[in-house]
Structure formats: structure tokens, C-alpha cells
């Protein structure tokens, strides 16, 4: 009798098929809720993982039932021998999708049309340029803009990922809204999360019910849309527009309950969620050549519920123990 196909299964029997890999902790921006303010030690290289070891890892995962993956990074784009690499994926099977902040998406276009990645999330947190520049400390807008532009000619599925902070660009919610009219878009907006040296405080976050009130505010015809199997958002359109619009709701509205997604960041270390402090190496079994299936299977039984098992207070105690944003992948 055949041995029966391992999956990667929680405690809560959550099955687990999507799998964020982040490719570098290198960015060519520094937002300031993702990347401290006195900035992070960076990986050594060779405790990064080698294109080689990232195909091997998403085999493995590919082999455990995992059929989606996200590339993300730092910023993935910069990862050198990207294309080589994304094609190499592209075999395997499975669902890609990518989140860059779009700089230099231009480069790639044609090779995601060529190898059928079609799902972009790009980083965008403000329409204004001045703006732009404070949050980012880096000119690149128009750049970014521009390639948001090509890529929605050439139909790609984009989604501008916005973190909402007050006083920062709160004020742009409707503003957002409004590129959905005409466009094929999704706009996502997402709370404010605490990650270590950030400098988190919720008196700065924008809830989930704050933003459908200000929505509704200019826009009456808001319509809940249908959310897919294990969504991380709400989704919503405005009666009319092409795009839709949706909300990611971390801190007000914890949407844990079938949580199907894995992290595995640049140095190889497995986290079972965005908020975990502890990981699972992976890199280093994987270099000796040990077989590393049933380490991600155990693995995962440690699973928390729910946000590591953070409470409705987010405990600084635990999230500045966790990794900076970027070291993690977005």
C-alpha cells in the first residue's frame, strides 16, 4: 500500500498551500514602517539562499501541496539572476505571483507575460509625489507610476498594497477609491502592523470600519464582493467601477481562522506567521542534504491559532522580538 501524501497540515487541521518566499532583505526604498529608522544589519551572502536552493526549497513545498507562491523580498526585482530564477519556478507547476514596490517592473513585464505571472502586488502608500518621497526617502513615484500604467495595459492583475497611517496619507483613502472607476485595479488597504523597530502605535492605525466610513462618505454604493478561500482581505467595490477595493484587517479584524500560508525568509528560516518569533531553519538541513519533508510537516504543528498567539493588544514584548518587516518579506 502506497504511503499516504504528506501535506503540511496544523494542529487545527488548517491544510497549508501557499508559500511566500522572500528573495533578498535588500530594498532600493526605506519606508519607514518596514525598514527601522537606524536601518538593519544585512544578511551575510552566504547565509542567503542561492537560486538553486530556492528552486529545491519550492519543490519540496510543491511536493507537500503548496501551489501558489509569492516571491517577495526587501524588493525581489533586485535579486540578481531574477529571470532566471522566476522561469525556473514557472516550471514547477504552480500559481506565481509577485509583490515588488515597481521600480523596476518595466524590466520584467515580458517575461511574466511570457511565463504566465500575471498577479502583481505593488507597494504604493500615496498619490502625491512630495509625499511619496517622505515616506520612501527615495524619488522614484513617476517611475513606479508609470510602470503600475504599463502593467494594467498589458492586463495584469494589480493590486496597490497601502499601508494606512494617520496623519500620513489617511486623508488619501477616497483618493485611491477613485482610480478604480476606470481602471482594472484593486486598490488594498492595510492596517498598520507592529514589527520590530517600527515604532508602532495603533493611535496611528485606520481601522477597518474608519476606512469603510470614509469610503462611504463620497462613495454611497459600496458593494461587498464574494471573498475568495482564504483570503487575507475584505473585499468591496463602488457600484459602477471597473475595480474593486479591499481591507486588510490585521489588528481590528483578525482573519486567522484559514490561515493557508507559510514564510520562508532569505536566510531559510521557515515562519509559520507574519508575528512569529520562532522559525524553523530550513537552509541548513537542505545544504547537508538531509531531507527536509518532514521537517517542514512537523514544523508546522507549532502553529499558533491566531497572530502567534498575540492577544487583541498586540504585546510589544513579543513583536520587537520578531524580525523588522523587511528582513521577514512582505
Known amino acids: 500500500m502506497n504511503e499516504e501524501k504528506k501535506r503540511i497540515v496544523d494542529n487545527f487541521g488548517r491544510v497549508h498551500n501557499y508559500l511566500r518566499i522572500s528573495l533578498t532583505d535588500r530594498c532600493n526604498l526605506r519606508c519607514f514602517y518596514c525598514m527601522p529608522e537606524d536601518g538593519i544589519e544585512l544578511m551575510e551572502k552566504e547565509s542567503i539562499m542561492s537560486l538553486e536552493e530556492i528552486i529545491e526549497l519550492s519543490r519540496t513545498f510543491r511536493d507537500l501541496g503548496v501551489d501558489t507562491i509569492r516571491l517577495t523580498g526587501g524588493e525581489p526585482l533586485v535579486r540578481k539572476n531574477f529571470g532566471y530564477l522566476v522561469e525556473e519556478l514557472a516550471k514547477l507547476g504552480v500559481t506565481l505571483k509577485i509583490t515588488t514596490n515597481g521600480i523596476m517592473l518595466d524590466k520584467y513585464l515580458d517575461l511574466f507575460q511570457k511565463i504566465g505571472l500575471k498577479k502583481i502586488n505593488l507597494s504604493l502608500d500615496t498619490l502625491d509625489k512630495a509625499k511619496s518621497v517622505f515616506i520612501t526617502k527615495r524619488d522614484y513615484f513617476d517611475r513606479i507610476w508609470n510602470n503600475i500604467l504599463k502593467a494594467l495595459e498589458l492586463d495584469m492583475e494589480v493590486k496597490l498594497n497601502i499601508v494606512l497611517i494617520k496623519g500620513v496619507n489617511d486623508k488619501e483613502i477616497n483618493d485611491f477609491i477613485g482610480l478604480t472607476k476606470d481602471r482594472n485595479l484593486t486598490v488594498k488597504f492595510i492596517e498598520f502592523m507592529p514589527f520590530k523597530g517600527n515604532k508602532w502605535d495603533w493611535s496611528k492605525g485606520v481601522g477597518k470600519q474608519e476606512i469603510l466610513d470614509t469610503v462611504s462618505e463620497k462613495f454611497p454604493n459600496v458593494i461587498a464582493l464574494e471573498n475568495p478561500k482564504h483570503s487575507t482581505s475584505t473585499n468591496f467595490k463602488v457600484k459602477g467601477h471597473v475595480g474593486s477595493f479591499?481591507?486588510?484587517?490585521?489588528?481590528?479584524?483578525?482573519?486567522?481562522?484559514?490561515?493557508?500560508?507559510?514564510?520562508?525568509?532569505?536566510?531559510?528560516?521557515?515562519?509559520?506567521?507574519?508575528?512569529?518569533?520562532?522559525?524553523?531553519?530550513?537552509?541548513?538541513?537542505?545544504?547537508?542534504?538531509?531531507?527536509?519533508?518532514?521537517?517542514?510537516v512537523?514544523?508546522?504543528?507549532?502553529?499558533?491559532?491566531?497572530?502567534?498567539?498575540?492577544?487583541?493588544?498586540?504585546?510589544?514584548?513579543?513583536?520587537?522580538?520578531?524580525?523588522?518587516?523587511?528582513?521577514?518579506?512582505?
Open 246 to 296: 479591499a481591507i486588510v484587517s490585521t489588528i481590528t479584524n483578525p482573519f486567522c481562522d484559514t490561515c493557508n500560508r507559510i514564510r520562508i525568509t532569505a536566510d531559510g528560516k521557515m515562519k509559520n506567521c507574519l508575528f512569529a518569533n520562532s522559525e524553523t531553519d530550513l537552509l541548513t538541513p537542505l545544504r547537508k542534504g538531509a531531507e527536509i519533508q518532514d521537517i517542514i
Open 298 to 330: 512537523n514544523a508546522i504543528k507549532t502553529k499558533k491559532y491566531s497572530r502567534d498567539g498575540m492577544d487583541v493588544k498586540m504585546d510589544a514584548d513579543h513583536y520587537e522580538n520578531n524580525r523588522s518587516m523587511i528582513s521577514i518579506g512582505g
